[in-house]
């Protein structure tokens, strides 16, 4: 019994660590942090993938925003260690956010890396872009 218990909690723990199981072709790209400031153009329907490094094991998580989820939106993220073992202890996460274009337009996304019980702080990291459908 008390194995059970801890393989499930253990199952409960990884398998919550992806909120989604997407993953993307090959041909669809993959984005990191230098995009703040930029202004990325796509089409309808394209999907795309920003990869943002993570201090999850000091208590911080990215927080965002979408001007207008009509024209795009994050579909889903999950989560990596950015050195591949996942029986590391300490070192860097890597969140991946999956986003999807919809109509045209144009919108803003906003990114703030911080803890969400520490409200007067300042973000550790911040990245806003544009995404541009036609």
């Not at 660590?17 to 309808?44: F, H, M, Q, R, V």
């Not at 795009?72 to 990596?80: K, L």
């Not at 890597?94 to 999807?100: D, G, N």
């Not at 274009?101 to 702080?121: A, D, F, I, Q, S």
Request: net charge neutral.
């Amino acid at each position: 019994m008390r194995y059970t218990l801890i393989v499930s909690v253990l199952l409960i723990t990884f398998v919550g660590c992806n909120k989604s199981g997407n993953s993307l072709s090959p041909t669809e790209p993959k984005l990191d942090s230098t995009i703040s400031g930029k202004t990325l153009a796509y089409s309808t329907n394209q999907r795309f993938l920003l990869e943002l490094d993570l201090s999850a094991d000091a208590g911080y998580q990215w927080d965002y925003s979408v001007s207008d989820s009509i024209v795009a939106r994050i579909d889903s993220t999950n989560y990596r260690p950015k050195s591949g073992n996942w029986n590391q202890v300490g070192g860097l996460t890597v969140e991946s956010f999956f986003f999807r274009t919809m109509k045209p337009g144009t919108c803003l996304v906003v990114m703030v890396e911080h803890r969400g019980w520490e409200p007067n702080v300042p973000p550790i990291d911040s990245l806003k872009f544009f995404i541009s459908v036609q």
